[in-house]
Structure formats: structure tokens, C-alpha cells
């Protein structure tokens, strides 16, 4: 990719952003549920990015990356490594542009997420479950091919895309104490960082994130990126570890990261399907977990949820049959 990507960007860019991938995304829903609001303390608004196209906010990244390439970098296609929703937006983003994806994926990925990415139009390239197997193959491809390389998190475009998210949530709940978004390898929660940095300053940028896979809060707390060194935790789109730039954004921009044990992380996404009706992956439960493991200084506040993706395998939900209480619906 060209040097823009090493341009940090502002509100501008991310408002640049927003209208060059308008025709390609949906501009989701903001919801809310009192039940949930009880039970958080607090005033919750739900920015619903598991009702996106791809069932994620990754489409938004992807979209922006694709769209901002000149014609000659995107004439051979694009190329990521990915086995998450990564993959499936910038196979969907290429398709919309007309040009090829080369899509690297672990041999152990998902079938559900194998057949996405073939939906698509992407072409998959298999490697060993490895990120050192990952790399090595995606350049690889590079070199074969000639397509663009389109990392998942640690590129400034992919940043300003997400950033769109937290631009609509503010645009449209414009009086919000603080915005939690969940952090992996940081695209979303930097870009979410910018956005709220540029539009509305005094409200608070908070990231979630397992304490399982807690290289975020560790790498804030020491002053330098703290790797993430086998991560167990069920919210496996947060398992990453930080990227550069997304690192260096959040250093500046956020206020702090709260943790979530993986039972809340459970509990927070049947929550969401059970009283908000929402299908939300677990990534995407992480903030409303953290809320209500340890809200904080966020009690009793206006606090827009950034609920990531609902891409979930139905064969292997997170939990079992609930304990019967004698009780019928109604």
C-alpha cells in the first residue's frame, strides 16, 4: 500500500472515510434495553455492528483500505492473512471493487469462516496455524501475485475506516459520557479513539478486553507493546496482540482498559441474545461483560457499547441448556 497508510488520521480522514465507503456498508442501528441497563447501572446504547455486512465492523476497514488504493495498486488485487472476520470483509470489499483477494487461512479455521471467504470470491491460500506460517505465506503470495497487502488492524486506513462506527454513534447520541469499544489488535478501538478524540473530546474512550488475553491493559500499563502469549479466552477475535499504530493512538487517546473474566464474557453474550435480541459474537460481548463485572467510575452514565460482530458458529455456542425454572415465557 502507499504511504497513506503511514498518515495518521484525524476526524477529517475519518469523515473522508465515511462517505467513501457509504454505497458498501450499512449504517447500523443504535439500540438500547432497559433490562440491560439495570443490570449495568448505567444508561447503555448499543452501536450494532453484528447487524454489518459480514456481520462485523471489519467491512468498514476493509472497505476503506480497498476503495482508497489507486488503480495501479489495486490493479493485481489485494492480500491479507486472516482467519476471523477480516478475511470475509476484504474478499467482500475486493468483490465490490472488481478485483481479486488472496486470502492466507490457517488449515484449522473455521469451515463457517472457509466458506465465507469462498462466497466472497476470495482465493484461499492455506498455511500452518502458526502467525510465523501466516506471514511467511502471505508474502509468499505478495510476491507471486503483485496484490496490495491489507493488514487487519496495524494500517491507518483500516483505522480511519473503523473509526466510522463511533462517528455514527456520536452523530446520532451525541450527549455520551463515555464510548467502551473491545481491543484485540486495536483497528477498532484506535480508530474509536480518533473519532471520539475528534468529535466530542470530553467524552471518555474506554476498551474491553478479556483478562485472558490482557496485552492491551499490560501494554498500557508498562509504556511499550507487551506481546500476547497464548491467549486462552472464548472471544477469539480479541486474542491479537497490538499493532504499532493502533498502540501509539491509544497511548495518546484512551482513558483505560477494563477486563472481563471469561464467565462474564459467557454471560454478557446471553444476555444480549436473550433480552436485547441481539446476536452478538463473543468479541462483541467483552464491553457489556466488563461493564458488568466492574463498571466503575462509569456507573450511572451514558455510555455508547460498541457490540464489534455476530458472526457465531450455532454448532458451538459457549454455553449449555439453561437450568429449568418451572416457568414459561411471557
Not at 4 to 12: F, T, Y
Request: charged residues 25%.
Amino acid at each position: 500500500m502507499s504511504g497513506e497508510q503511514d498518515v495518521r488520521p484525524d476526524l477529517r480522514a475519518i469523515r473522508e472515510a465515511a462517505a467513501r465507503i457509504a454505497p458498501w456498508i450499512h449504517r447500523t442501528p443504535v439500540m438500547t434495553c432497559a433490562a440491560l441497563d439495570e443490570r449495568a447501572g448505567a444508561r447503555l446504547f448499543f452501536k450494532c455492528e453484528n447487524l454489518q455486512r459480514v456481520g462485523a465492523f471489519k467491512m468498514r476497514g476493509a472497505s476503506n483500505a480497498v476503495f482508497s488504493l489507486s488503480d495501479e495498486e489495486v490493479r493485481n488485487g489485494v492480500a491479507t492473512h486472516s482467519s476471523g472476520n477480516h478475511a470475509q470483509a476484504l474478499a467482500r470489499a475486493a468483490r465490490n471493487r472488481g478485483v481479486a483477494a488472496h486470502i492466507v487461512m490457517p488449515d484449522n479455521a473455521p469451515a463457517v469462516k472457509r466458506a465465507a471467504v469462498a462466497g466472497y470470491g476470495g482465493r484461499i491460500v492455506p498455511c500452518a496455524p502458526t502467525l510465523a506460517a501466516r506471514e511467511s505465506t502471505l508474502w509468499e503470495v505478495v510476491a507471486q501475485t503483485g496484490a496490495a497487502f491489507v493488514h487487519p488492524y496495524d494500517d491507518h486506513r483500516i483505522i480511519a475506516g473503523q473509526g466510522t462506527a463511533a462517528l455514527e454513534l456520536l452523530e446520532e447520541i451525541p450527549d455520551l459520557d463515555a464510548v467502551v469499544a473491545p481491543v484485540g489488535g486495536g483497528g477498532l478501538a484506535s480508530g474509536t479513539a480518533l473519532a471520539v478524540h475528534g468529535l466530542a473530546p470530553r467524552v471518555r474512550v474506554v476498551a474491553a478486553e478479556p483478562r485472558n488475553a490482557d496485552d492491551a491493559f499490560r501494554s498500557l500499563r508498562e509504556g511499550r507493546i507487551v506481546p500476547s502469549e497464548d491467549p486462552r479466552t472464548v472471544a477469539d477475535g480479541l486474542r491479537t496482540s497490538l499493532g504499532v499504530r493502533n498502540f501509539a493512538i491509544l497511548r495518546e487517546h484512551l482513558d483505560r482498559v477494563i477486563l472481563a473474566s471469561e464467565e462474564a464474557i459467557v454471560a454478557a453474550m446471553r444476555l444480549l441474545w436473550e433480552r436485547a435480541k441481539l446476536v452478538v459474537e463473543p468479541s462483541g460481548a467483552v464491553p457489556l461483560a466488563a461493564l458488568l463485572e466492574d463498571a466503575g467510575e462509569l456507573r450511572a452514565r451514558r455510555i455508547g457499547v460498541i457490540l464489534s460482530g455476530g458472526n457465531v458458529d450455532l454448532d458451538r455456542l459457549p454455553w449449555g441448556p439453561a437450568p429449568a425454572t418451572g416457568r414459561s415465557g411471557g
